[in-house]
Nanobody, 124 residues
Framework: HVQLVESGGGSVQVGGSLTLSCEASGYSVSKGYMAWFRQAPGKEREGVAAIARGGDKRYVDSVKGRFTISVDNADNTLYLQMNSLTPGDTAMYYC???????????????????WGQGTQVTVS
């Protein structure tokens, strides 16, 4: 049984930083493909950052240079370090995972099979 549990969300001022965590159980973060998505009210779910087995990473253009995705194999946890936050980053953030996919599909939500419940990030 795969379970993904996000944490680390909260309220932060413009220009601030947050680090989101996604603890995985029943799934090895070092052997699959994982991503962070976000969804703001009234908007579609958007792929923010993804990391493939082997370490290849993808970012949506709006977060490049500000967000960093990483995994800690020892803790079996996915992270998203978010810096220079803006109100446009306000959304519910979701962790997602899949055991196999193409690198071209890393930021597509229909790629992923397992999802967490989300953690809210509010920037004001």
């Amino acid at each position: 049984h795969v379970q993904l549990v996000e944490s680390g969300g909260g309220s932060v001022q413009v220009g601030g930083s947050l680090t989101l965590s996604c603890e995985a159980s029943g799934y090895s973060v070092s052997k699959g493909y994982m991503a962070w998505f976000r969804q703001a009210p009234g908007k579609e779910r958007e792929g923010v950052a993804a990391i493939a087995r082997g370490g290849d990473k993808r970012y949506v253009d709006s977060v490049k240079g500000r967000f960093t995705i990483s995994v800690d194999n020892a803790d079996n946890t996915l992270y998203l370090q978010m810096n220079s936050l803006t109100p446009g980053d306000t959304a519910m953030y979701y962790c997602a995972a899949v055991r196999a996919c193409s690198t071209e599909a890393l930021l597509r939500s229909d790629t992923y099979y397992y999802w967490g419940q989300g953690t809210q990030v509010t920037v004001s």
